[in-house]
């Protein structure tokens, strides 16, 4: 399976952007997804985590109430809504899948990642 995040850009703080995942060469229905983000010189964060349902999220709570992640199987595509960003929100984006992983936190318990999207919050 191949994982494409794209959506990323220059926003002010206060602002809003939605990132996408594209998922290729299996359904994604078969997945669950994840949502990292890395700043320079920083560890992989844990953003968003969602259900192969969607029924179910987890958040970080540096982005509870800020952020949303959904999904359109039919579309195969995974979403990450951002809002009220803030400058300690820049970072690039990663978007991740594991069959069988449900709504953690952990990086190495995902399978397959895609390249990231750089987002960067302006003061």
């Known amino acids: 399976v191949q994982l494409q995040a794209f959506g990323g850009g220059l926003v002010q703080a206060g602002g809003s952007l939605r990132l996408s995942c594209a998922v290729s060469?299996?359904?994604?229905?078969?997945?669950?997804m994840g949502w990292f983000r890395q700043a320079p010189g920083e560890e992989r964060e844990f953003i968003a985590a969602i259900n192969k349902s969607g029924e179910r999220t987890y958040y970080a709570d540096s982005v509870k109430g800020r952020f949303t992640c959904s999904r359109d199987d039919a579309k195969n595509t995974v979403y990450l809504q951002m809002n009220r960003l803030e400058p300690g929100d820049t970072a690039v984006y990663y978007c991740?899948?594991?069959?069988?992983?449900?709504?953690?936190?952990?990086?190495?318990?995902?399978?397959?990642w895609g390249q990231g999207t750089l987002v960067t919050v302006s003061s």
């Open positions: 060469g299996r359904t994604l229905s078969r997945y669950h």
């Open positions: 991740a899948a594991d069959y069988s992983t449900i709504l953690t936190a952990a990086p190495s318990a995902y399978t397959y």
